[in-house]
């Protein structure tokens, strides 16, 4: 038999959960001791191990959510145990899942979240526009996060890296401007200046004025823009068609077009 104390070190249920289980009003549990108990005499609670096989039961459903009135009636009816653990089972795999989904939405939103405002600003303002007029559902876009089948644990620094990329030119399609419009081509030259700059801390051979002098001469024609979105054609097509199923139809067009503008005027120009 195990002592009140005994039990707390063992299942970590309290004393106080203990005794209010025995309590007329929930009435879920006695000490084994009970008839002692009732009798008067000051003896210490105990449980043998039919009770602490029972409090094994109650911590599990209640941890599961079950309420003391719902646990009372199963330990009732033993034979509905087996049943209860299938419906359990059930339960705790969509906990599961929406568990897995919100590690999977808070760990793109930590690999993110360190990105300089001129880029994260308009993201966050074209998302709210699209919200607030219905075009965008905010639950549902946090489902289409938490589904993304990626193994981010998995994910170097490179990979890491390589999801970054893709959050940020992929959140062009969030624009509905034309593509020459300066609000969106400004963004693509924001994000262009710092995934240059994120080249660079990973270039221990590259000096600040080495990257200026680069970039000025890259931006200053075609071929060199060219060179500045080369990275792109590594995207693959399933990041286009990714951006018409997350977006709608018809904007993994519209931000190769954007990009389009880019190489051949360079640099946006507000008028």
């Known amino acids: 038999m195990k002592t009140i104390r005994e039990v707390e070190a063992m299942l970590g249920i309290t004393r106080r959960s203990l005794q209010e289980y025995a309590s007329p009003k929930v009435g879920l549990l006695f000490p084994s001791n009970k008839d002692e108990i009732d009798k008067g005499h000051l003896v210490t609670w105990k449980y043998d191990n039919e009770a602490i096989d029972k409090l094994k039961l109650i911590k599990l459903f209640a941890e599961a959510g079950y309420t003391r009135k719902q646990i009372k009636a199963i330990l009732a009816d033993p034979e509905s145990i087996p049943k209860e653990f299938d419906k359990l089972l059930l339960v705790l795999e969509e906990k599961r899942k929406r568990i897995d989904g919100l590690i999977k939405e808070l760990k793109l939103s930590h690999l993110v979240s360190d990105l300089p405002y001129e ?101 200053k024609t075609e071929e ?12 693959g097509e399933e990041f286009w068609s990714s951006l018409d199923d997350t977006y709608g139809l018809g904007k993994g067009e519209y931000v190769k077009k954007v990009f389009d503008v880019f190489v051949n005027n360079g640099a946006p120009k507000k008028l």
């Open 119 to 219: 880029i994260l600003g308009p993201i966050v303002t074209e998302t709210n526009k699209k919200i607030s007029n219905g075009e965008m559902n905010y639950q549902e876009e946090r489902k289409k996060i938490q589904q993304i089948d990626l193994d981010w644990d998995a994910l170097d620094d490179e990979g890491r890296f390589g999801v970054k990329i893709g959050a940020v030119f992929s959140s062009l399609a969030l624009f509905d401007c034309v593509p020459s419009d300066y609000l969106v081509q400004k963004q693509l030259f924001d994000s262009l200046m710092w995934l240059y700059k994120e080249f660079l801390k990973m270039n221990d051979d590259y000096s600040e004025d080495d990257y200026k002098k680069e970039l000025d001469e890259a931006l």
């Open 224 to 235: 060199g823009r060219k060179d500045m979105i080369s990275f792109v054609n590594q995207l």
